[in-house]
């Protein structure tokens, strides 16, 4: 098992920024992949980015990729998702969530283990 726990959203205005972590504790092994995901009201939740224990990220859609950035601190087993820049339409529940051998850290199904979200609301 492995226990997810979301921190550092909150309300900002456009073009603020927000810092989210993700603190994992439990059987976290080597190999275990750590992905964001995001939910807007009525949308399907979506892939922000991920992060392999070797450090390679992928960030899942060109509106991310500049404005966010995923890192992680292995002491402290938690990663960390920087927003800037932020917009109306990155208003929503983030959530992040851990599985191991991941092929594709974008897709929902390749995770096991979700935190419970954050909310995170960006106004105009």
């Known amino acids: 098992q492995v226990q997810l726990v979301e921190g550092g959203g909150g309300s900002v205005q456009a073009g603020g920024s927000l810092r989210l972590s993700c603190a994992a504790s439990?059987?976290?092994?080597?190999?275990?992949?750590i992905g964001w995901f995001r939910q807007a009201p009525g949308k399907e939740r979506e892939g922000v980015a991920g992060?392999?224990?070797?450090?390679?990220?992928?960030y899942c859609a060109d509106s991310m990729k500049g404005r966010f950035t995923i890192s992680q601190d292995k002491a402290k087993n938690t990663v960390m998702l920087q927003m800037n820049n932020l917009n109306p339409e990155d208003t929503g529940m983030y959530y992040c969530?851990?599985?191991?051998?991941?092929?594709?850290?974008?897709?929902?199904?390749?995770?096991?283990?979700w935190g419970q979200g954050i909310q995170v609301t960006v106004s105009s």
């Open positions: 439990g059987n976290t092994y080597s190999r275990t992949d």
């Open positions: 992060i392999a224990t070797d450090g390679s990220s992928t």
């Open positions: 969530a851990a599985g191991r051998y991941i092929a594709d850290r974008c897709q929902r199904r390749e995770y096991d283990y």
